[in-house]
């Protein structure tokens, strides 16, 4: 991908000229807005790469904006806001956020969390086109017709729950996926059972991690939920 295009919405003048400038050294094209409608009608004319997104707009809620690109697109959203209790993040992710970052930030961490939506970007891109039904990530392999499981190329046993949650990260890698949004889509509406959760979580991780208190693939997001890392392979 060749220098793509980042979408910046934010009222605030000095964060806002920090990260474009942040931005504009590494290479990345950009794009301002600075309030919620201009920020759709960016999204709609250019086709942003990236939407790097403040919730505390003048004229509408983040979490608005993010629900009405959801209806029509796909496009990694980096939220970063001041906002920093655990109810307004899994609100924003709920609504279709990618990622969540708070202020104050330090712009190695905002331009890591670039890097991560690029890669999954790319990693969409070339799935796509080799419509392939083999998800490969490091030393883990995903056979979805099979409904099989590799680790370092001996074939692993996961129980149904394990395997649908294991499904489930991998086709959204890099995205933290909320307790509320995994519940929903595995149990159903019916479903809150975030400590039944936790259990087959630890479970899974047993059974995919070397060392499981220190994660290759699986990431906790303590309080809000769960995210699959791109891994090296070994």
């Known amino acids: 991908m060749n220098k793509p295009l980042i979408l910046v919405v934010e009222d ?3 964060i806002r000229k920090l990260i474009t400038t942040t931005l504009e050294t590494q290479g990345y094209l950009y794009h301002t807005a600075e309030t919620g409608e201009a920020s759709i009608l960016e999204s709609v004319s250019r086709q942003p790469d990236i939407i790097i997104l403040d919730l505390g707009l003048p004229d509408m809620d983040g979490v608005d904006i993010i629900k009405k690109v959801r209806t ?10 001041a906002r920093s209790e655990d109810k307004d993040k899994i609100d924003a992710l709920d609504a279709g956020a990618d990622d969540y970052l708070t202020k104050p930030f330090s712009v190695e961490e905002l331009l890591a969390r670039l890097r991560v939506s690029l890669r999954r970007i790319r990693y969409d891109n070339e799935k ?9 990530n490091g030393n883990l392999k995903i056979d979805y017709a099979a409904g099989c ?3 370092d190329e001996e074939e692993i046993h996961l129980t149904p729950i394990e395997y649908k949650l294991l499904c489930m990260l991998a086709k959204n890698v890099g ?3 909320t307790h509320n949004f995994i519940l929903h889509e595995i149990w159903g509406n019916y479903s809150s059972d975030v400590p039944a959760l936790r259990v087959f979580m630890a479970t899974l991780r047993k059974k995919i991690e070397k060392d499981p208190s220190k994660p290759k693939y699986i990431q ?11 891994a090296p392979e070994d």
């Open 12 to 14: 605030d003048k000095a």
């Open 175 to 177: 995205k933290v996926l």
């Open 72 to 81: 029509w697109s796909n496009i990694p959203i980096i939220v970063v806001s």
């Open 128 to 136: 796509l086109l080799k419509d392939s039904t083999l998800f490969t």
């Open 149 to 151: 499981v590799w680790l």
């Open 220 to 230: 906790t997001h303590i309080g809000v939920g769960y995210r699959m890392l791109r």
